[in-house]
């Protein structure tokens, strides 16, 4: 018995130590990150010099440029650039829309979606239905669809306390709209804006045509909220009022651009690869500061962070900055198809793509073993007010990498005002905090760290940290 309870003794101690080390480390991370962060100065350059970053675009090959030299200046192992080829598509000329009706001249706020085609010279007028989502188009069918301009009017809805799950309800609708209304002879469509709030602010984002030939393709764009009532209310008067859109929007052939990639090689398991990242693209209408200006910067910070704070990986930590993700995932693809092809071990991925808010914890997607140790690493970050670490969901570009027995994270920030901004001209640098976009930076640090120290096997229930 007396043998017994001195092993139990030293487990006991044994795991406060490595908790109270662990707490020591988190502590460490977060106040070199709140006083000598560089997330905040990295995303005043990307987002006030350097601007929008669509693929294909000078500014996206600069922010490559540029990304690539300031990760060498942290005096990582290896910094490179890996090829890929990106879609090229150019807004051109600002787009104009009006409608009119019997009670006047109605100006309103558009844009037209990326991967939309333009109007013919002169612009496109003609009468207006309205349908609540895409699907309701093939019950209209030919008769009241063709020759006709269809308006999408489905908002976000404001119940849902999750804005991801409101926006994920309806980005089918600008997606799919136009590709739908074509078949039965539509001449245009417009989408109501996915955001969350009332503005004059359209939001753009990706579209397709799926398989429609070209010749068969319409036009596509976005109305601000706020033109989005005032349209569904004109039409409750005038049902057969006019509607005049002309955009300029053009597809070009694909053009070579690059993810930019740092590391620092572990010293243990170097053949255990850690990966942090965002992708450094974004939309042309604002400096995509939120997104994903501010996932990129917080990546990079994590490799900065943790040579700042003295730890020594373990295992190779390696930072992506992925390209195309906003139309056409081709960055993120293109990685892991070379990781595949090399046979590289990614046991852990984690993405920040959902702005520079506030951070409130991880979505995480792999086993339920895997998961419950990630829940003990839970008090670590009680501290730092991050609570929330939830199973389902990681991010866009690390979900190529998806194994069995890996682990993939999305960083979770408070969501309430991000499609406020999301797609938008008011994604600007000056709504982004430097406090918060500091914490997120930490916060995914930290995670990176415990996952460095521990790998991903579940610790033995002797050393987790619960209260």
């Known amino acids: 018995m007396k043998v017994l309870r001195i092993a139990l003794l030293f487990v006991i101690a044994t795991t406060y130590c490595i908790a109270q080390n662990d707490e020591d480390v988190l502590k460490t991370i977060y106040k070199t ?127 849902l306390i999750n804005t991801f799950q409101a926006y994920g309800g309806c980005s089918s609708e600008r997606y799919r709209g136009a590709a739908e209304a074509a078949k039965y002879g539509a001449v245009g469509t417009i989408v109501r804006s996915l955001s969350s709030r009332q503005d004059d602010y359209p939001h753009t984002g990706s579209m397709s045509y799926g398989d429609l030939p070209v010749a068969q393709r319409i036009p596509s764009a976005a109305i601000s909220t706020n033109d989005a009532v005032k349209l569904s209310e ?25 993810n930019v990639i740092g590391e620092i090689t572990g010293s243990e398991f170097p053949n255990e690869i850690i990966l942090v990242g965002g992708h450094l ?72 793509d959902a702005g520079g808010f506030t951070p409130r914890g991880f979505s995480f997607t792999t086993n339920e073993a895997n998961y419950s140790q990630v829940l003990d690493w839970k008090p670590l970050f009680k501290p730092y007010l991050i609570h929330y670490f939830e199973l389902g969901g990681s991010g866009a570009d690390v979900g190529p990498l998806r194994s069995e027995s890996n682990v993939l994270a999305g960083l979770r920030p408070d969501s309430q005002r991000y499609f406020d901004h999301h797609h938008a001209s008011n994604d600007m640098f000056e709504h982004v905090n430097k406090r918060e976009l500091e914490l997120g930076a930490a916060t995914m640090t930290s995670l990176v760290y415990l996952y460095d120290k521990y790998g991903v096997n579940p610790v033995p229930k002797s050393s987790n940290f619960r209260d």
């Not at 008067?237 to 052939?253: A, H, T, V």
């Open 234 to 258: 004109a039409l409750k008067k005038d049902p057969n009022l006019e509607f005049f859109l002309e955009q300029s929007c053009q597809q070009f052939e694909d053009v070579l651009s690059y």
């Open 281 to 352: 693209d974004s939309w042309d209408l604002g400096d995509g500061a939120h997104d994903d200006g501010a996932g990129v910067v917080q990546s990079m910070d994590v490799l900065r962070l943790m040579k700042e704070s003295g730890i020594t990986p373990k295992r190779s930590i390696r930072v992506v900055l992925f390209m195309n993700e906003e139309n056409g995932l081709r960055g993120a693809r293109k990685y892991a198809e070379v990781a595949k092809e090399k046979g590289e071990n990614h046991i852990f991925a984690l993405e920040s």
């Open 33 to 159: 990150s709140l006083t000598n962060g560089k997330s905040y100065d990295w995303l005043d350059y990307l987002s006030n010099t350097i601007g929008g970053r669509l693929s294909g675009s000078t500014s996206a090959e600069l922010a490559v440029q540029y990304t690539k030299s300031e990760l060498e200046k942290l005096g990582l192992d290896k910094v490179w650039l890996q090829p890929v080829m990106v879609p090229k598509w150019v807004r051109g000329e600002k787009e104009m829309a009006y409608f009119e009706s019997s009670d006047g001249f109605h100006k309103v706020n558009i844009c037209a979606l990326g991967g939309s085609i333009a109007t013919p010279d002169g612009g496109t007028k003609a009468q207006v239905i309205e349908v609540s989502t895409y699907k309701d188009i093939a019950g209209l069918g030919e008769e009241k669809i063709k020759g006709k301009i269809v308006f999408i009017n489905r908002a976000l809805q404001p119940e």
